[in-house]
């Protein structure tokens, strides 16, 4: 193995306008000194999204590149990988009718303290199909208008994990994936509408239709019409970028500043993902 050279700089190649870039000649199985990690976070929260292509990742591999951007998470209502506790398996089999993960949502949000980040790395593709959109939160926040910039600012919603997790909720249909604690999954948290990013101090939108259920001090009607506004606001086409994902493909999201969808348009095919994601703090 050879150490990844801080003295070149991160070959970067834009996916689209408004977020997303490949990372171009890094080994992640190679040992990755200071300096390229401190490269490979600046990139992170200038694009929000990175994918490095034709990687050869074992588990433990896998695991260890997670570890560099911080303690690692287990998902409180999705089993983990037997040797693995930090990996979930995303499979979805040919005769599923969902998947995990389909639809907009930012991950976890249902948590205090929702996770930094996901790293995600193909295991088993379909032969055509099963990309991932992402969507820029602080592009969506910068283009409202002010007067609604000043309304939202200082509001706070609930979220919750249950109707994803709950039993009979969408994220527990899967043939493949075995959910837990459904009993725990209608717990509720709230997070600020508009959340401020910690390391960048920019603001984005921080609401999800996964996980966000109301705004806090709206009537029912006025949050709902709030809700389906920003939410459809936030995943405008002008916003995302869309990754295809191809065998060794490996992607890392910045949970504080996007939201994905994994799509499903590959029925009568498998399709098995790993990932892992690092602790975060508390939005603010």
Same mark, same amino acid.
């Given at each position: 193995?050879?150490?990844?050279?801080?003295?070149?700089?991160?070959?970067?190649?834009?996916?689209?306008?408004?977020?997303?870039?490949?990372?171009?000649?890094?080994?992640? &199985?190679?040992?990755?000194?200071? &300096?390229?990690?401190?490269?490979?976070?600046?990139?992170?929260?200038?694009?929000?999204?990175?994918?490095?292509?034709?990687?050869?990742?074992?588990?433990?591999?896998?695991?260890?590149?997670?570890?560099?951007?911080?303690?690692?998470?287990?998902?409180?209502?999705?089993?983990?990988?037997?040797?693995?506790?930090?990996?979930?398996?995303?499979?979805?089999?040919?005769?599923?009718?969902?998947?995990?993960?389909?639809?907009?949502?930012?991950?976890?949000?249902?948590?205090?303290?929702?996770?930094?980040?996901?790293?995600?790395?193909?295991?088993?593709?379909?032969?055509?199909?099963?990309?991932?959109?992402?969507?820029?939160?602080?592009?969506?926040?910068?283009?409202?208008?002010?007067?609604?910039?000043?309304?939202?600012?200082?509001?706070?919603?609930?979220?919750?994990?249950?109707?994803?997790?709950?039993?009979?909720?969408?994220?527990?249909?899967?043939?493949?994936?075995?959910?837990?604690?459904?009993?725990?999954?209608?717990?509720?948290?709230?997070?600020?509408?508009?959340?401020?990013?910690?390391?960048?101090?920019?603001?984005?939108?921080?609401?999800?239709?996964?996980?966000?259920?109301?705004?806090?001090?709206?009537?029912?009607?006025?949050?709902?019409?709030?809700?389906?506004?920003?939410?459809?606001?936030?995943?405008?086409?002008?916003?995302?970028?869309?990754?295809? $994902?191809?065998?060794?493909?490996?992607?890392? $999201?910045?949970?504080?500043?996007?939201?994905?969808? &994994?799509?499903?348009?590959?029925?009568?095919?498998?399709?098995?993902?790993?990932?892992?994601?690092?602790?975060?703090?508390?939005?603010?």
């Amino acid at each position: 193995m050879t150490t990844i050279s801080p003295a070149i700089p991160l070959d970067l190649r834009p996916i689209s306008g408004v977020l997303g870039a490949e990372v171009r000649g890094l080994d992640l &199985a190679a040992p990755v000194d200071a &300096a390229a990690l401190a490269a490979i976070r600046a990139a992170f929260v200038e694009h929000h999204v990175l994918v490095f292509r034709d990687q050869d990742l074992a588990p433990d591999q896998q695991i260890a590149f997670g570890r560099r951007f911080g303690e690692l998470d287990t998902h409180p209502f999705v089993e983990g990988n037997a040797d693995h506790p930090e990996i979930v398996d995303v499979i979805t089999v040919a005769d599923d009718r969902t998947n995990f993960g389909g639809g907009w949502h930012t991950d976890v949000t249902f948590l205090a303290e929702p996770d930094l980040g996901s790293i995600l790395y193909a295991v088993e593709l379909p032969p055509a199909g099963g990309d991932t959109l992402f969507a820029n939160q602080h592009a969506a926040y910068e283009a409202l208008s002010p007067t609604m910039q000043s309304m939202l600012d200082g509001l706070t919603a609930v979220h919750t994990a249950g109707p994803q997790y709950a039993e009979g909720g969408l994220s527990t249909l899967s043939k493949e994936m075995q959910t837990k604690n459904a009993s725990l999954a209608s717990n509720t948290v709230e997070h600020p509408v508009v959340r401020t990013h910690p390391e960048s101090g920019r603001k984005g939108l921080y609401v999800n239709r996964a996980f966000t259920t109301r705004i806090v001090g709206l009537h029912r009607a006025e949050s709902a019409a709030l809700l389906d506004f920003l939410c459809d606001h936030a995943t405008s086409e002008r916003f995302t970028c869309r990754v295809r $994902w191809e065998p060794g493909t490996l992607t890392m $999201w910045d949970n504080r500043s996007v939201q994905h969808y &994994a799509l499903h348009d590959y029925a009568g095919h498998r399709r098995h993902m790993r990932r892992i994601t690092v602790k975060g703090d508390r939005p603010r």
